[in-house]
């Protein structure tokens, strides 16, 4: 193979991610030219000019001639795995480039797209009717979607066409929730989380969202809800928040916390989740709620009242208490 490294350089993307604080993070290969530090490039729909770039070693590099791997800062996103980029001389230019294409690739993510009921989904497939299943993907890095995709084209599934509408890296965002609600398809992450809003939309909407760090259960969950096999999913649904705003360490109940509640309603029989700087720390039941002197079957959204947990002592001003219940539900596509 030979190329010319004093031209324009023009290569593939070999990996891309979302790094914390970093921004967007692109390994490429250099295929032809060369690459260098400040030099404008277009990836797919993004463009971006290189800020700096790493060696295989991580050092500090300012060029990169062909056949030479480098990771790479400056690009307005995550560009795709085995996307192609070049490097054009104007700016300007590689943003109206990125623009055009970016306008081109939501031209066709919005598309009419055949509505399809979940609900209906296995009855389609008894009548006979080869339907497609759309499917929202999202994971942590660009390699673990290429093996998600893989391993579902492998699935011996022929009562039903699995069409990926969508996939990217990165946690599961309210723009997924959006498109996922007007085209009936499945959100499925892999290692990412779910944002709030997302979370909100998605069960408003009732699209269903699962997440995973295992591919091929993934995979499984898929294979058996198309051939009827699933097993009833337990669901955790949202009831109310409260913030502890005062301690008590009483002798007769133990630790009982003044709390308000922030959202929602906090019922007697609710489960709870304590939150601890953002991270939970512990998982179970009430075992008392008082408005004032009284105890109380609930309360709402906007009151005060006394939270004690069962098992749980460690409680401090500025917790969060979540109460949910778990509600069983068929679990379908």
Do not use: W
Not at 37 to 43: K, P, Q, W
Request: proline fraction near 3%; charged fraction near 30%; hydrophobic fraction near 45%.
């Amino acid at each position: 193979l030979k190329s010319n490294p004093k031209r324009l350089p023009r290569g593939v993307v070999v990996e891309a991610r979302m790094a914390g604080g970093r921004g967007p993070v692109a390994t490429l290969l250099i295929q032809n030219g060369t690459l260098r530090l400040n030099e404008n490039i277009v990836v797919g729909s993004y463009y971006g000019k290189i800020r700096a770039m790493f060696n295989d070693r991580g050092q500090s590099v300012t060029q990169a001639g062909p056949s030479v791997p480098v990771e790479v800062l400056g690009i307005s996103g995550v560009p795709q795995a085995g996307e192609q980029f070049f490097a054009i001389e104007d700016e300007k230019q590689a943003k109206d480039l990125a623009k055009l294409r970016l306008e081109k690739e939501e031209e066709r993510k919005i598309k009419p797209i055949k509505r399809i009921a979940l609900e209906d989904l296995h009855a389609q497939i008894e009548a006979g009717k080869l339907k497609d299943l759309k499917l929202i993907i999202k994971a942590d890095v660009q390699g673990s979607l290429g093996a998600i995709k893989d391993t579902l084209n492998k699935l011996n599934v022929s009562e039903i066409k699995l069409n990926i509408i969508h996939s990217g890296p990165g946690d599961i965002n309210t723009s997924d929730a959006i498109l996922a609600v007007a085209s009936n398809a499945l959100i499925l992450g892999f290692n990412v989380a779910v944002d709030e809003r997302a979370k909100e939309l998605a069960a408003k909407e009732g699209i269903d969202v699962r997440t995973y760090n295992i591919i091929y259960e993934l995979a499984n969950d898929i294979k058996a809800a198309v051939e009827g096999m699933l097993e009833p999913k337990v669901k955790k649904v949202f009831l109310g928040k409260a913030e502890v705003r005062k301690v008590f360490k009483l002798s007769r109940a133990g630790t009982v916390a003044g709390c308000f509640v922030v959202k929602g309603k906090i019922n007697r029989t609710s489960l709870a989740n304590v939150v601890m700087n953002g991270e939970p720390v512990f998982e179970g039941k009430l075992s008392s709620l008082k408005r004032f002197k009284d105890d109380v079957r609930d309360v709402a959204e906007g009151f005060e009242c006394g939270i004690a947990l069962a098992g749980f002592e460690a409680l401090e001003v500025g917790d969060i208490i979540e109460a949910y219940e778990i509600e069983k539900i068929a679990r379908k596509l």
